[in-house]
């Protein structure tokens, strides 16, 4: 059975999604066939290009036209934050599964709003929690929910990059807070996301935001560049989050840890192969981490790729997430939903708003 | 225009190979459009599945048919070792261009064949040294020609792997001389290829070989499983290697460094997206080695990949080597050729030779 | 000419201060002698045994005794935190030089106290921020001042133990908070230390603690186990800081970064042989962090110790610490002194004020 | 009771060494007390200067001085190989005990006299082999001997270092073969010492040499600058020995590896708090190395020093050597001694002559 996909937005988003639903069927054995039957963008020469190089069928400059057509089963959201909810909202009304890149949105009450949406269509519905899919991260989540690190007390979060350090980067509408979202959203939407699938709910945080550079293109620049926050779960654990745009010469370095009554856990993005776990009922003699490979069959998603040691890399965060939706179409029971998408938020909002007002705040000051 | 490919053999290489065919194409703009055939394999259970899973068109359990097609322009080759001479001859003798999986062969006088079929035929041809297309690996290459490290004084490579570990597995292909080839050729030909392409020609080698267990499900095992060699290159400079598959919890490491005048670059495959750099004309307080990210868009290969810090894998390689091969067709002038194939053969055979007979000897008296 | 120590306090960093001053004339030519005369402790079997230990001439029970020798020139504290500050007090009343390990005292106001009374007696005085005296960490703040990450952005400090996690350790003065002070105290004087003397000073933070076994022996525990804070810089720059016992298989992970409009530049403990510095001068193909080996007789301290390459190790920081204080003996001029760690405590302290009070403080709260 | 110490030598090795008697008693409770009573050298400036430098009480410029005072117990030997037969011979001769540096001599006559002349005068002897004495190195060992590998297959030792790279250093005894001996056996006796003492003796050797630099300030250079060998143990292990000192950044990087058929182990010295180890009884799911922090109490030496996670160096490893002498003083008993000095000589040799002669040599070719 073929699948309809439309793709909503050609940047790096749309290409690592087309990319995705490429690849799956190459590595996965699945119940249906995607077919990348349509993508959209402003620019025509460019989305025409796009299509092209993407292995696209068709292309518009009107996302609407995605939403209508009939041979297009699932909508998936590539544009900027800003615009997710009101896509999503159309293509719930027209029937269509969707997937939405994260954040679901640059507000908490249009993530509210979008989920709403696709829970009233009985819509399939995911949310682009890509990092989930590495084989090592989901071993985390795995070994942590089997309790190999007992109790958790701590979680930590970072998100370190460069991308906004320098000053002479034009405007663009990253640096846009109701089109880019937060910082906070933006990186930390994937950390959040992270925290509340390992931990469970966050009830309360303080942060701080600050934008170094604030103005650019002669536009003043109202998205955070460098935010932090503490965090206290509401199962009784605290924790760190930060996330940074102005990290010289540090790409994309995420990291994430856990520690609990038993052990230790520890994922470091850029060596994405490999997970670090120290647990106390081993002998004293073995202090320490064991630096997994995570790449042994055993591992999720692990056993679809190469041998133990070869090593897989960002794209492949974007096949295993395409594999997992399709392999249950149409009966879909996605996860992580839309609804996820808005828990996410409401925390990233709930920082945004601690930063501004200089206090903790409640998620649910957020949600209620 | 669309390009036929028929691939021989259905195993993790001819896995690979296709799964390099088909997302090419979403990473870089080719002027042909690869269409995987025809794939084939003695089982017809098996070669049919491996064609649904892989996305090839049609499959047969006779190579020979994928030679003879008129739809087929490449044929690549992922059989054995011991196989690919005679594959290969057939497929230049019908006038196609070949690929070939390393080692060309299982011994020199058969690769010397293959490659002067190649070479008589007149058809483009290439040897499937994957790892050249690491970003990383193809960066440091750059770095040596470029003088970076200055005269190349020493080079060493090792590869250690547990795969050959367990007494236990059973007697397959791999541990047959003759139709897997040795572990100097098997593993050592991609440290061998890269020794050649980064520092020149080998002049004369030392080596040792040991296998441990010699016996599997009943038969004699006449692989080595532990290899070593001293090399002395045309060029003066000396170099180690190592080839091991009974190196517990290690699961394909491999290493390459080289040491110049000037400089000291470093490759850790298990790291495959960092280069490790030292410069000598660097600031005694800034004395170490880099870790260069190397997925800087100024890098080989990486452009056509993601934002840098995010990384990738294995896959990569053989994307960027079908990318290389279709962007060149119908030139050719591939590289590396199967020229190079048998070079690096030759090398491997002094080796072995070497063991055996326990002296020094000469790739010379291997290639006249 | 020979300097008279006393030690009061014979526990760890006892051993440490004592074995500091024995080994500073191997190591570093001194205008003095130190003479370890007499170390003090509350139990005379036990002081006893670490004066032979030591090899410390003589001991006493009482550390009045110790202020109170004439052949003692310099007190060193090496009390728990609750102590100090009487000591301290007592040393300068007795006209007597005087070292304190960290943190200065219990409390802001009894730091504040302790060093205005060694100011008033004008007695040359230290505080025992150790890790200042490794090479790396030395060089990273040369580095940062001489401008090699440009102007600060961000701070971050973290510090990883599990010597709380473990909630059958019995109750000792550690889990008292008036005796052992607060983790924030206790871990995190040495990260506001680097963070004061690499970055500048700290206006305001905000805070949480957690005290995750709240008894012990079946007495009431009321030190931080877990905490961290955020932090504004006077000069603008951002931080984070965390400062954590209950992290299993962590030892006594600590580790700063700082990043600045140029690069970042970043320790970590566990290699303490080591830094890291990335610098966006340089070109884009080298990008990413140098590994620095901070052993070069160019950095500080280094020239002191063996060859590039050997490694140095803890002890180290006391023996350069040693060596600093007695190269300038008599003259004093001590760096950092009491008042750098009044200062540093007050930070601590507006930090858990921050977490009892949940709301940002500003330090001057905690100082006027 | 005092035990006289007299150094001959002031460089580096007698600064090293007296390091490690001044400090053994500060980190081990002993049976005696060391006393530095002479240290020689044939520049009397020089040696003056290291004899206030290092606490050592007086200083002569005649090692036959030291050899024969009655208050040396232990004659310490730092001069360069060449000289250390002679030496050793002569103390032995006086009836004192004696403590070689490594390499024990620059042939393997000069050290079998040596190790001869201590045992015929029956006094205590030991040969230097300081990195024995590190924490990491002696748990590696301890694990091979219990099994935790299994039966070990493979050995592999590397010594990289950047000494000689400069061909505008000088002259000096290092590049005069009879006085500096062989890379292989200045360098290489470490590794050959761990080899031996990890797995076993050794048979026979393949080798290679190189000289990059051959003069120097007009003089011949007619010692090895980069060195490899191929090993053949007599157990049935095999394994591989490179020592270069022409290797650009590289400082002192030393790693040994043993892959047996239950594990591996590893060690690098550049992170010399740490040992890897991947043990097969593990889970799969655990599949890789472990990061073991190797300063947990109950490692060998590491009670002696600070808490887990501070950090060892360089100069613990001499301390721990002299506090191992010490510890056994008068009885003797040390380990290794003079015979095993020997010993790692004739697989030096084995391996010179191997590189020389361009054959695999039989150790018991050097030694009958």
Do not use: R, W
């Given at each position: 059975m073929d699948v309809g996909?439309?793709?909503?937005g050609y940047g790096l988003m749309g290409r690592a999604h087309a990319y995705g639903y490429r690849v799956a069927p190459t590595v996965r054995e699945l119940p249906v066939t995607p077919r990348l039957r349509v993508i959209s963008g402003r620019d025509a020469a460019g989305v025409e290009a796009a299509a092209g190089r993407y292995s696209v069928e068709g292309w518009t400059t009107d996302w609407r036209e995605v939403v209508a057509r009939d041979d297009v089963d699932i909508v998936d959201v590539c544009t900027p934050p800003g615009t997710h909810a009101e896509i999503v909202e159309a293509a719930a009304a027209a029937g269509k599964a969707v997937l939405s890149e994260k954040p679901l949105a640059a507000d908490y009450a249009s993530a509210r709003r979008a989920a709403d949406a696709a829970r009233a269509a009985k819509v399939a519905n995911a949310i682009g929690f890509n990092y989930r899919r590495l084989p090592a991260?989901?071993?985390l989540r795995q070994l942590v929910h089997e309790g190999a690190v007992g109790d958790v007390l701590l979680w930590r979060g970072s998100w370190l990059s460069d991308?906004?350090?320098d000053p002479d980067i034009a405007f663009d509408w990253r640096f846009e807070r109701r089109m880019g979202a937060s910082t906070f959203a933006d990186l930390g939407a994937h950390l959040v996301d992270l925290a509340l699938w390992?931990?469970?709910d966050v009830e309360e945080v303080a942060a701080q935001s600050e934008t170094f550079t604030r103005e650019r293109s002669g536009r003043?620049?109202?998205v955070d560049e460098a935010s932090s926050a503490l965090v206290a779960f509401a199962g009784g654990a605290r924790g760190t989050l930060e996330v940074a745009r102005v990290c010289a010469r540090r790409?994309?370095?995420?990291?994430?840890?856990?520690?609990?009554t038993r052990g230790t856990v520890r994922f470091d993005y850029a060596r994405l192969n490999e997970l670090w776990l120290g647990d106390t009922a081993d002998d004293g003699r073995f202090y320490g981490l064991r630096r997994i490979r995570a790449e042994h069959p055993s591992h999720p998603y692990a056993a679809d790729w190469w041998p133990i040691g070869q090593g897989v890399g960002y794209g492949v965060s974007f096949v295993n997430q395409a594999a997992e939706l399709l392999s249950r179409w149409p009966d879909g029971g996605w996860d992580p939903d839309l609804d996820q998408g808005a828990r996410v938020q409401a925390v990233c909002e709930a920082m945004e708003r601690a930063a501004a007002e200089r206090r903790w705040v409640r998620v649910d000051e957020v949600t209620r």
């Open positions: 996909i439309g793709i909503v991260i989901a071993l991308e906004f350090l390992t931990v469970g003043a620049v109202d790409p994309c370095d995420f990291v994430v840890e856990v520690n609990g």
